[in-house]
């Protein structure tokens, strides 16, 4: 049984940090895109960071020079390090695993496997 669980989510004041975890289980993540996607009350799940391979990173322009996507495949670990929070970063985040070892949009419908999500929440 695959099973995603995300942690990490917090109450911050703007300008402030953040490290979202995600642990794996049942799926070796090695050769899939993995990504980070979050959802705003009354908003649609977009895509926020995304690894292919290890090697291609891919980010949403909004969090470009802020947030930095990383993962241990030893451990089966995805990380979303989230610097300079602004209110409107205020959302659930979600990792997900991606359902073919190519695709890798920032698209939920490239993704298979879903995390329960996480609370970050931005004040001003």
């Known amino acids: 049984q695959v099973r995603l669980a995300e942690s990490g989510g917090a109450s911050v004041q703007a300008g402030g940090s953040l490290r979202l975890s995600c642990a794996i289980s049942?799926?070796?993540?090695?050769?899939?895109?993995v990504a980070w996607f979050r959802q705003a009350p009354g908003k649609e799940r977009e895509g926020v960071a995304r690894i292919n391979d290890g090697v291609n990173f891919y980010y949403a322009e909004f969090v470009k020079g802020r947030f930095t996507i990383s993962k241990d495949d030893r451990e089966n670990m995805l990380y979303l390090q989230m610097d300079d929070l602004k209110p409107e970063d205020t959302a659930t985040y979600f990792c997900?695993?991606?359902?073919?070892?190519?695709?890798?949009?920032?698209?939920?419908?490239?993704?298979?496997?879903w995390g329960q999500g996480t609370q970050v929440t931005v004040s001003s």
């Open positions: 049942g799926y070796r993540i090695s050769f899939y895109c």
């Open positions: 997900a695993i991606s359902k073919t070892e190519t695709r890798c949009r920032a698209d939920v419908n490239d993704f298979q496997f």
